[in-house]
């Protein structure tokens, strides 16, 4: 289960456009995000609740001429009354009821260059069955004692992320996750016991089953070219 809280703060008119809707992508399937809170406090100190209309979700697709058939979907949230002093509240949880990989763990968390950030903390309370790893670049922390509260076996871990001065996006930059701010959190000892669980994942679905082999044929019957074959499977996978 993962607990999000966030104050943004609106300095600049175009901040008051681009921020005013906030957006979560997840996947139906493994995860559930409920919106806990949200809402505008305006720079008169009003407070304006972010109505239930204003929260709804929809299927992520690359663009209108590709649509992918997954189960990602995005959560929009749209702040009223948005102007420059304002300060956007907005508080989620995110339970994965079923895991990537069974039995393993893994988040990151990025601050966009772009974003000028003042006060980032990630804290992880977790069974200690499950070892975790930490690393990132520009956190400070460790793990620290427990707090009331939490459950006598578990583990405490606080960090603090640390951010500089916004900087303008650039033409043609590198992704900003190889170079943001960021704490990796995991239980897979390296990144060839990644790649072991998504073999062992990915064998089963990739397997072609005689029903799929049949269909092929069929799709294919006919054509004479390996590229005429392709052509053929790639248009049915493409509508269907």
Wanted: proline share 6%; aromatic share 8%; no cysteine.
């Amino acid at each position: 289960m993962q607990d999000w809280e966030q104050v943004i703060r609106i300095d600049t008119p175009q901040g008051a456009v681009s921020e005013a809707q906030q957006v979560i992508s997840f996947v139906s399937s493994l995860e559930k995000v409920t919106v806990l809170d949200a809402y505008t406090q305006r720079p008169d100190g009003t407070r304006v609740p972010v109505p239930k209309g204003n929260v709804r979700v929809q299927d992520e697709a690359v663009d209108d001429d590709a649509p992918i058939f997954s189960d990602s979907k995005l959560l929009y949230i749209v702040f009223a009354q948005v102007s420059v002093g304002s300060t956007l509240h907005l508080k989620t949880r995110t339970v994965q009821h079923t895991p990537y990989f069974k039995g393993q763990f893994f988040n990151s968390h990025f601050l966009r260059p772009d974003v000028a950030h003042q006060d980032v903390q990630v804290h992880v309370l977790h069974d200690p069955a499950i070892p975790l790893q930490m690393a990132g670049r520009g956190i400070t922390g460790g793990q620290v004692p427990r707090k009331p509260g939490d459950r006598a076996t578990y583990l405490r871990h606080s960090y603090k992320l640390a951010s500089g001065p916004a900087v303008p996006p650039e033409h043609a930059q590198v992704n900003t996750t190889d170079v943001a701010t960021a704490l990796h959190i995991t239980s897979f000892a390296d990144q060839a016991a990644l790649g072991r669980a998504y073999l062992q994942g990915a064998r089963v679905a990739a397997r072609v089953t005689p029903a799929v082999q049949r269909h092929a044929r069929q799709l294919t019957a006919g054509l004479d070219t390996d590229a005429a074959k392709v052509r053929a499977l790639y248009n049915w996978v493409s509508h269907n």
